[in-house]
T-cell receptor, first 115, second 117 residues
Framework: DQQVKQNSPSLSVQEGRISILNCDYT??????FLWYKKYPAEGPTFLIS?????DKNEDGRFTVFLNKSAKHLSLHIVPSQPGDSAVYFC??????????????FGQGTILTVHP | GAVVSQHPSRVICKSGTSVKIECRSL??????MFWYRQFPKQSLMLMAT?????????EQGVEKDKFLINHASLTLSTLTVTSAHPEDSSFYIC?????????????FGPGTRLLVL
């Protein structure tokens, strides 16, 4: 049962344009969402997060939007740069007890930014 | 930022042997660490939550007798793959939770590539 889904396995974007990566979730107990960037044979690197009490969070070129009613979030990168090329994972957590910090990951989307 | 290390980065072993992977938080204390595995072109799947001073909590379908976890101190967790078989070949990643920083401060190690022949 895939509770966090990234339905686009890959995305190709021209340098300078906007990259939009999408993520859907099914578990209504999730209340905190994160985006990670990952290169092959490396651990994920935290990019940006959003709490369910917000619908938008912005950090430099990265903005995450959350639509709770649709159980959907997206990561916008603008302008996209070739160095952004990597695999992007959406992750979600709920706040309860011993699962604090336990993350459920999506399948990942491979972003390629062309010069 | 905070750093999490893993050792070894890569290991090749014969079927039937045991392999130990270490995960260390280098500049913060982690009462909780997590172990994930990632198969090629797939997502990171949580295997278990490692709690300092108590037993690990395993996810459904993960054999606790095969994947032994020891959280010996606030900066070290170890994962031992016992009697490894080729199907255990995977990329194992740990993360450490710095509770003082909130949920977003979960830092990942660089991963360990295990190949069982």
């Amino acid at each position: 049962d895939q509770q966090v889904k990234q339905n686009s396995p890959s995305l190709s974007v021209q340098e300078g344009r906007i990259s939009i990566l999408n993520c859907d979730y099914t578990n209504s107990m999730f209340d905190y969402f994160l985006w990670y960037k990952k290169y092959p044979a490396e651990g994920p690197t935290f990019l940006i997060s959003i709490s369910s009490i917000k619908d938008k969070n912005e950090d430099g070129r990265f903005t995450v939007f959350l639509n709770k009613s649709a159980k959907h979030l997206s990561l916008h990168i603008v302008p996209s740069q070739p160095g952004d090329s990597a695999v992007y994972f959406c992750a979600a957590s709920d706040k309860g007890g011993t699962s604090y910090g336990k993350l459920t990951f999506g399948q990942g989307t491979i972003l390629t930014v062309h010069p | 930022g905070a750093v999490v290390s893993q050792h070894p980065s890569r290991v090749i072993c014969k079927s039937g042997t045991s392999v130990k992977i270490e995960c260390r938080s280098l500049d913060f204390q982690a009462t909780t660490m997590f172990w994930y595995r990632q198969f090629p072109k797939q997502s990171l799947m949580l295997m278990a939550t490692s709690n300092e001073g108590s037993k690990a909590t395993y996810e459904q379908g993960v054999e606790k007798d095969k994947f032994l976890i020891n959280h010996a101190s606030l900066t070290l967790s170890t994962l031992t793959v016992t009697s490894a078989h080729p199907e255990d070949s995977s990329f194992y990643i740990c993360s450490a939770n710095n509770l003082a920083g909130g949920r977003k401060t979960q830092y990942f190690g660089p991963g360990t590539r295990l190949l069982v022949l």
